[in-house]
């Protein structure tokens, strides 16, 4: 199982899922905010300037925004554990399960069984800027979609002894992938973690 060709099991399934999970870019929360002086004529000359200055310390409160930095919180510290465990072919010492479940946890694992049947670990860490694309916070359990520009150029597939296992030609090495979280008690959970299934170039 540890061989090298482009058909191994490693390289044409699980790494192929792997270099499509995680980049991204920061979502910007755009608010505009409009208001009216209620000043008597006496004070219009300097009503209006402490109503504009006061009203932009409300934006911290939107609930929102205090998700989407919980859900992207989350999702980062699940690919910090996931570094972790592929580097030495096991979940052993690691959070993974803290942060996943479902098919993402699912698809972990079996990435990790395959590494280990190949005697094969993943050295370095990918790049990752994600963003949180939509949430709905009124479901019975909250729910939130990431998408992400993942780059693996620099997360390498190695055998045990060191060596570097060759990729086929014109694999992604940067491209679109997407996940899925949900809020489970007071914690975001990734459900899904997945490339684009066009696989997009970013």
Do not use: F
């Not at 998700?67 to 992207?72: D, G, I, N, P, S």
């Not at 780059?151 to 060191?162: F, H």
């Not at 914690?187 to 170039?201: G, I």
Request: charged content about 20%; overall charge positive; some cysteine.
């Amino acid at each position: 199982m540890a061989g090298n060709s482009a058909r191994d099991p490693w390289i044409s399934g699980a790494s192929g899922r792997i270099s499509a999970l995680i980049l991204v870019g920061c979502a910007a929360v755009a608010l505009s905010a409009c208001g009216s002086s209620s000043a008597s004529p006496h004070h219009a000359a300097s009503g209006p300037s402490h109503v504009i200055s006061a009203m932009p310390t409300t934006a911290p409160h939107d609930p929102q925004a205090r998700e989407k930095t919980a859900v992207l919180a989350s999702y980062r510290a699940l690919w910090a554990e996931q570094v972790k465990a592929y580097a030495k072919a096991s979940d052993e010492g690691t959070e993974l399960r803290k942060y996943a479940t479902a098919d993402a946890l699912a698809r972990a694992m079996g990435d990790l069984q395959r590494l280990k049947d190949g005697h094969k670990v993943v050295h370095g860490e990918p790049k990752h800027d994600p963003t949180v694309t939509s949430m709905n916070l009124d479901k019975k359990i909250p729910e939130a979609k990431i998408t992400d520009c993942l780059d693996v150029s620099g997360w390498k597939l190695m055998t045990n002894d060191g060596k570097p296992v060759p990729t086929a030609q014109g694999v992604l090495k940067r491209y679109v992938a997407t996940a899925t979280a949900q809020k489970w008690g007071q914690r975001w959970m990734m459900t899904q973690l997945a490339p684009d299934p066009a696989r997009k170039p970013c």
